[in-house]
């Protein structure tokens, strides 16, 4: 299958993709990247207008991967604006080279021409030079697509020299926002600065910018963000806890002292009930229920301090199934 073919078959698929609803990122993405393969020439983008077709897609999508690779086709492509116009001068500088020296020869040659004919060369001349002008107009408004609505994007971050990657960008403004929730330490970095540093210390743990990327850096900013979690943004901005330290942290460690303690109750309270659980209790009618107050209940004895001390008794009500223990 040829170049031109391909294209032709990846615009096809193109133009029945739905960006808009986030459903055809990959594919997108996928034959954003076979176009990147092929080796395009100038007649066949002329031919299959697939500049166009890219450019919507741009336009259309909200994936940031697919707007880049987009843009860096489309940067690609328009190396080309500058061909037309060379080659077309060069072509009508020739094709009026060859037309004088055709004329010359003819009128050296057979000086007793009739006006008939110098007329019809006269009216062909004049119908191959507009044909060309034709030619290359629609070759200009073909690669017009690529250059029409080229916008860099807009965001209020500041980005360092040399960062062109939009996906890393916006990441940096996400984390830079968290940041910037409450009130900032005195003495701190900028927010700015902070929000480089940790986006850098992520990179280098995943080295791209895929799914994996991302989703570590939304949880960081989940966290930095939480009113009831200032206490993790502050260590962060006195520096308490390094980039480095952060970009690994667990949801765990990066939990508020809050959240902590009710997951260390629920273990504790998981693990009584599995104690619970594994040791079949003796029913019966001396012990009441706090809960339901009926005296219906099954209870175990289990040792679980030193020999020396007492049995701690685990009691659980047969009638509502609250559970309690006493020593």
């Not at 066949?44 to 919507?56: F, Q």
């Not at 970095?189 to 990179?203: K, Q, R, S």
Request: hydrophobic share 30%; aromatic share 4%.
């Amino acid at each position: 299958m040829s170049v031109e073919e391909e294209v032709f078959k990846i615009q096809k698929k193109m133009s029945k993709i739905t960006t808009n609803d986030g459903t055809g990122q990959e594919q997108a993405l996928d034959l954003l990247k076979a176009l990147q393969s092929l080796n395009i020439n100038l007649d066949i983008l002329t031919k299959t207008r697939i500049g166009m077709t890219v450019n919507e897609l741009r336009k259309s999508s909200k994936d940031e991967e697919v707007i880049a690779l987009a843009k860096t086709l489309i940067k690609n492509w328009k190396r080309f604006l500058a061909t037309p116009g060379a080659s077309g001068g060069k072509d009508t500088a020739n094709n009026n080279s060859n037309s004088k020296s055709s004329s010359a020869n003819k009128s050296s040659s057979s000086s007793s021409s009739s006006s008939k004919d110098k007329e019809k060369s006269s009216s062909s001349s004049a119908s191959s030079s507009s044909s060309k002008e034709k030619k290359r107009e629609e070759e200009k408004k073909s690669l017009q697509a690529i250059k029409d609505d080229r916008k860099p994007i807009q965001t209020s971050f500041p980005a360092s020299s040399g960062m062109t990657d939009a996906v890393r960008i916006k990441c940096r403004e996400m984390l830079c926002n968290a940041l910037k929730t409450g009130d900032i330490p005195e003495g701190c970095p900028e927010p700015e600065e902070m929000a480089i540093e940790l986006e850098e210390a992520i990179y280098a743990e995943f080295r791209n910018t895929d799914m994996k990327y991302k989703n570590r850096v939304r949880s960081r900013v989940a966290n930095l963000k939480d009113p009831k979690n200032p206490t993790l943004r502050g260590n962060f901005m006195c520096g308490a806890i390094t980039a480095q330290q952060l970009a690994k942290m667990t949801p765990e460690e990066m939990a508020s002292d809050e959240m902590k303690k009710l997951r260390e109750k629920f273990v504790k309270e998981a693990i009584n009930d599995a104690q619970l659980a594994t040791v079949q209790g003796t029913k019966t009618d001396l012990l009441k229920c706090g809960k339901c107050k009926k005296r219906n209940c099954t209870y175990n004895q289990l040792q679980t301090r030193s020999s020396d001390e007492p049995m701690t008794t685990f009691v659980m009500c047969n009638e509502c199934g609250h559970r309690w223990k006493f020593c």
